[in-house]
């Protein structure tokens, strides 16, 4: 396409010998952060449903993918061409079903079929877990792993063997929490952690985004508990419990709903 050669055009003289100073001082671990927060960005205009903001958010993960190319083909490595080769290999690879003869009885039996694929790839001895990244966010990365070995047969057989879990992984909580030891009780709160993600997959949750609506809906209700309470000249850090709890249902009776 016409624009992506300009906008290799442009990161090669951004590198280039008198170019800009800043992205010529940049290397593949200086700028790996941006990577991971323009795919942030990219997903957070997605959830506000935004399709101009979602095409720029794009255009800033594409330029990250660029840039990382660009100093690659510096040292000879690869360049843009290797990396779009390489994806378009992989895709059709990954899909015989459309680009072979492979036949599929629907969405279940690809993706059985794509890690099939990608365990051949891989090669002997691979785990059916491999290739889940381990800076993932955690909840995610547990969703992701529990999901992997699912499709192997590891796994559950019902939602209500997931909540038996959890409430087996609470009773150890307890123990550990009676003990009072700090290792005991982060190894029981992960195992507790990791339960809910396996009871979010199992109900076709997102553990990650059901998290974060939680964070969202708690900050609401703090902030509209905290100004309630400045307006009546209070502080929260001030008031007893009782007070306390009498904001906080208040403030979710206001944001029910939003």
Same mark, same amino acid.
């Given at each position: 396409?016409?624009?992506?050669?300009?906008?290799?055009?442009?990161?090669a003289?951004?590198?280039?010998?008198?170019?800009?100073?800043?992205?010529?001082?940049?290397? #593949?671990?200086?700028?790996?952060?941006?990577?991971?927060?323009?795919?942030?960005?990219?997903?957070?205009?997605?959830?506000?449903?935004?399709?101009?903001?979602?095409?720029?958010?794009?255009?800033?993960?594409?330029?990250?993918?660029?840039?990382?190319?660009?100093?690659?083909?510096?040292?000879?490595?690869?360049?843009?061409?290797?990396?779009?080769?390489?994806?378009?290999?992989?895709?059709?690879?990954? #899909?015989? #079903?459309?680009f072979?003869e492979?036949?599929?009885?629907?969405?279940?039996?690809?993706?059985?079929?794509?890690?099939?694929?990608?365990?051949?790839?891989?090669?002997?001895?691979?785990?059916?877990?491999?290739?889940?990244?381990?800076?993932?966010?955690?909840?995610?990365?547990?969703?992701?792993?529990?999901?992997?070995?699912?499709?192997?047969?590891?796994?559950?057989?019902?939602?209500?063997?997931?909540?038996?879990?959890?409430?087996?992984?609470?009773?150890?909580?307890?123990?550990?929490?009676?003990?009072?030891?700090?290792?005991?009780?982060? #190894?029981?709160?992960?195992?507790l952690?990791?339960?809910?993600?396996?009871?979010?997959?199992?109900?076709?949750?997102?553990p990650?985004?059901?998290?974060?609506?939680?964070?969202?809906?708690?900050?609401?209700?703090?902030?509209?508990?905290?100004?309630?309470?400045r307006?009546?000249?209070?502080?929260?850090?001030?008031?007893?419990?009782?007070?306390?709890?009498?904001?906080?249902?208040r403030?979710?009776?206001?944001?029910?709903?939003?």
């Open positions: 396409m016409r624009e992506f050669d300009r906008l290799l055009e442009i990161m003289r951004l590198r280039a010998p008198g170019g800009c100073p800043w992205d010529r001082e940049q290397d #593949h671990r200086s700028i790996r952060k941006y990577v991971i927060e323009e795919a942030y960005e990219v997903a957070e205009a997605i959830d506000r449903d935004d399709p101009r903001e979602l095409c720029a958010e794009l255009g800033d993960l594409l330029l990250q993918v660029v840039f990382h190319a660009q100093m690659a083909s510096e040292h000879g490595a690869f360049d843009a061409a290797d990396v779009c080769r390489a994806i378009c290999e992989k895709m059709e690879r990954r #899909h015989p #079903h459309v072979g492979t036949a599929v009885s629907g969405a279940g039996e690809v993706l059985r079929n794509w890690e099939r694929i990608k365990a051949e790839e891989r090669g002997p001895g691979a785990s059916a877990i491999d290739g889940v990244p381990r800076a993932l966010p955690s909840l995610q990365r547990a969703e992701r792993v529990s999901e992997k070995a699912a499709r192997v047969g590891f796994d559950w057989p019902d939602r209500n063997a997931v909540a038996a879990k959890i409430d087996e992984e609470r009773a150890e909580l307890a123990a550990a929490l009676a003990t009072g030891d700090p290792a005991a009780i982060e #190894h029981e709160v992960g195992d952690l990791l339960a809910v993600a396996n009871l979010a997959r199992k109900s076709d949750v997102e990650e985004a059901a998290l974060a609506a939680a964070v969202d809906r708690f900050e609401r209700r703090f902030r509209h508990a905290e100004a309630s309470a307006h009546a000249g209070d502080d929260l850090a001030r008031l007893d419990a009782d007070a306390l709890d009498r904001l906080w249902q403030a979710k009776a206001a944001t029910r709903g939003a």
